[in-house]
């Protein structure tokens, strides 16, 4: 296993980890609507990924201007991924939400590449995406069949994390071929979540104003901000520039596992056995990942958009 990957693979990981906490969090805030969660979340980290990466974005202006068009579709997606994110959690419960969100969002990665790039899909990427939507599938009837979200609710609530789904694996694949285009990974970042989160801002204004309504509100806004949106895409950045978008987004499927752990230790959700397989299929997912080659994660020159 290269070092390098390895790294790669261990820095998404804690990104999902520090993502798997953001639905407990919002139960901290329940005045605090989905909207207003998710634009202040990523809205303001992704204002701070561009702050941190301002030398780098000068360095590469000429080259982030040849690849506007691409910028432009990565900032669209991340002003869209959390709305639909929080909204889907908010109408399908906690654990529903996210499953599906994050679910969906490997086999959109892998179809991105294999239209776009035309790059082969190993056959241990396939088992692993196969295994890791099986394991979020069961998480899901699991929590579906403790009550989480009924009817035409849950039903909108999976339509969102679908949405939620295909943006999140269409920004992730977006910073991946900018640096794969020779872009430094900062101002790659710093690019797609910066516009993104400037286009969350009319968001926050119109839904924000119960976050300053009590000091928990506000500290949970702060949480969601610093924490998992700022230093977890740091990390996840870090890991682009070594795993394919593919990869990255199959890796995170340990955050719905993540979230439902929380859920039941912190909140007190109840995890029937069938949950338990899930959590257990996602465990073998990442043993697949860590110790088998993938995708084709090697960076190199990819063909203009």
């Known amino acids: 296993m290269n070092r390098a990957r390895l790294a790669g693979i261990a820095a998404i990981t804690v990104t999902s980890i520090l993502w798997g906490t953001t639905g407990t969090a919002a139960t901290f805030a329940p005045g605090v609507g989905p ?39 990565g900032a669209a997606a991340v ?26 969002a490997p086999l959109a990665s892998g179809l991105l590449e294999r239209i776009v790039e035309r790059r082969r899909l190993s056959r241990w990427w396939m088992l692993a995406a196969g295994l890791g939507t099986i394991g979020a599938t069961l998480l899901c009837l699991s929590k579906l ?23 999140y694996a269409s920004y992730s694949w977006v910073a991946h071929r900018l640096i794969n285009r020779g872009i430094d990974r900062a101002a790659s970042m710093g690019s797609v979540f910066g516009l993104g989160g400037a286009l969350l801002l009319p968001v926050l204004a119109l839904t924000g104003a119960p976050l300053l309504a009590s000091p928990e509100a506000f500290a949970v806004a702060a949480y969601m901000a610093l924490v998992p949106m700022f230093l977890g895409y740091l990390l996840f950045g870090y890991g682009l520039t070594t795993v394919s978008a593919s990869t990255a987004t199959t890796i995170t499927l340990t955050e719905p596992a993540i979230a439902t752990v929380l859920a039941v230790l912190i ?39």
């Not at 941190?52 to 910028?71: E, T």
């Not at 909204?87 to 599906?100: K, T, Y």
């Not at 069949?145 to 609530?157: D, I, R, V």
């Not at 338990?276 to 990819?302: K, Y």
């Open 35 to 73: 909207l207003a969660i998710g634009a202040a979340a990523l809205g303001v980290g992704g204002l701070l990924q561009a702050a941190i990466a301002v030398p780098a974005l000068r360095a590469a202006r000429p080259a982030l201007r040849a690849n506007r068009g691409l910028i432009v579709l």
């Open 79 to 104: 002003a869209i991924y959390p709305l639909a994110f929080y909204s889907s959690m908010h109408l399908a419960g906690v654990a529903v939400g996210s499953v599906v969100s994050l679910a969906s």
């Open 145 to 167: 069949a403790g009550g989480a979200g009924t009817g035409t609710s849950a039903l909108w609530g999976i339509a969102l994390g679908l949405v939620a789904g295909i943006t």
């Open 267 to 305: 909140v007190g959700e109840r995890l029937s056995g069938l949950g338990w397989i899930g959590l257990a299929v996602i465990a073998l997912v990442l043993a697949i990942l860590a110790v088998a080659p993938s995708n084709d994660d090697r960076l190199r020159p990819a063909p203009r958009l």
